[in-house]
C-alpha cells in the first residue's frame, strides 16, 4: 500500500512549527507495513491543496492530509478536499452536535478564560465536512477530521492527529518489512557492502550517519526471508553492534 502524506500549513513552511505531523505518519504507517511515497508541505493555498490532493488520490492508494482544518480565516484544507472532489461543504447533524458538545465542555471548564476573552465560535465553520465524507470525531479537541474516498484528512494539532489517525490505522496495511543493523564503521567504508546486497537480493538499503550515534542500515523488502537472509549477509561483511 503506498500512501502520500501532505501537511498543510503557512507556519510549518516559515519554520516557526517543526513538522513532527509528517515524521509520526511516516514512522506509523511505515511500522503497519504501508509504504511512504511521498512527503510534502504545501501552504495554506486552497487552490494548491486541491490540486495536489486531486493528483495524489490517483496516484496512491491513499493521501492522509493534515493541517489546515477549523474554522479560522487560514483554514482551507475541509474547502480544498472538497474541491478536489467536486463536492460542497455541508454540516453533518452529529458532527455539529459533537462540535457544539465540546465547545460547551471548554466554557464549563475555563470559564475565566471563556469570560475574559469573549470567546465566540461558529459552530458551523468548525463543522463543515465535503459532502459524503465519513467524520471522524476529535477526541481531543474541536476539529472533526474526515475520511473523503481514499484521503483521510486530520487537524494539524499533533495531539488530534495522532488521536483521529489510531481511530483508521487498521485501514493502512502492506506487506512491507525492515531490520535496521548499526554499525562504527564510516559510511564510505560500508559502500561496496552495500552495493553487494543490492545486486544480490530484492531488497533497499538505506545508509543513515549519525554525528554522535552509530550509523545505520536498513533493509527493506515486501518478503521477510529475503529482508532476512540480506540482513544476515551484511552482518557477515560490516561490523554490526547489538545497541544503537
Known amino acids: 500500500m503506498e500512501?502520500?502524506?501532505?501537511?498543510?500549513?503557512?507556519?510549518?513552511?516559515a519554520?516557526?512549527?517543526?513538522?513532527t505531523n509528517a515524521t509520526w505518519l511516516a514512522s506509523r504507517l511505515t511500522?503497519?507495513?504501508a509504504t511512504v511515497a511521498r512527503i510534502l508541505t504545501v501552504p495554506d493555498d486552497r487552490e494548491l491543496v486541491g490540486d495536489t490532493v486531486?493528483?495524489?488520490?490517483r496516484a496512491f492508494d491513499a493521501v492522509v492530509v493534515?493541517?489546515?482544518?477549523?474554522?479560522?480565516?487560514?483554514?482551507?484544507?475541509?474547502?480544498?478536499?472538497?474541491?478536489?472532489?467536486d463536492r460542497d461543504l455541508v454540516v453533518d447533524d452529529a458532527v455539529r452536535e459533537n462540535v457544539v458538545a465540546t465547545v460547551a465542555a471548554y466554557r464549563d471548564e475555563n470559564p475565566e478564560t471563556v469570560a475574559a476573552h469573549d470567546l465566540d465560535i461558529d459552530v458551523d465553520a468548525w463543522a463543515a465536512?465535503?459532502?459524503?465524507?465519513?467524520?471522524?470525531?476529535?477526541?481531543?479537541?474541536?476539529?472533526?477530521?474526515?475520511?473523503?474516498e481514499n484521503v483521510y484528512a486530520f487537524p494539524g494539532v499533533p495531539a488530534e492527529?495522532?488521536?483521529?489517525?489510531?481511530?483508521?490505522?487498521?485501514?493502512?496495511?502492506?506487506?512491507?518489512?525492515?531490520?535496521?543493523?548499526?554499525?562504527?564503521?564510516?559510511?564510505?567504508?560500508?559502500?561496496?557492502?552495500?552495493?553487494?546486497v543490492r545486486e544480490r537480493f530484492d531488497v533497499t538499503v538505506g545508509s543513515y550517519p549519525a554525528t554522535e550515534k552509530q550509523n545505520r542500515l536498513k533493509v527493506t523488502g515486501t518478503d521477510s526471508e529475503a529482508v532476512a537472509a540480506?540482513?544476515?549477509?551484511?552482518?557477515?561483511?560490516?561490523e554490526v553492534s547489538a545497541e544503537e
Not at 489510531?166 to 560500508?190: H, I, K, R
Request: hydrophobic content about 45%; some cysteine.
Open 3 to 13: 500512501v502520500a502524506i501532505l501537511t498543510v500549513g503557512d507556519e510549518v513552511l
Open 15 to 19: 519554520g516557526d512549527t517543526a513538522n
Open 31 to 33: 511500522e503497519g507495513g
Open 54 to 57: 486531486a493528483e495524489w488520490a
Open 66 to 85: 493534515t493541517g489546515g482544518l477549523g474554522g479560522t480565516h487560514d483554514d482551507v484544507t475541509a474547502d480544498a478536499v472538497a474541491d478536489a472532489f
Open 129 to 148: 465536512l465535503p459532502a459524503g465524507s465519513r467524520p471522524l470525531m476529535n477526541p481531543e479537541g474541536l476539529c472533526p477530521g474526515c475520511v473523503v
Open 161 to 196: 492527529m495522532e488521536a483521529l489517525f489510531e481511530t483508521v490505522a487498521g485501514e493502512f496495511s502492506g506487506d512491507a518489512v525492515s531490520t535496521t543493523l548499526y554499525t562504527p564503521q564510516p559510511e564510505a567504508s560500508v559502500v561496496e557492502a552495500v552495493a553487494g
Open 230 to 238: 540480506a540482513a544476515a549477509w551484511l552482518r557477515d561483511r560490516v
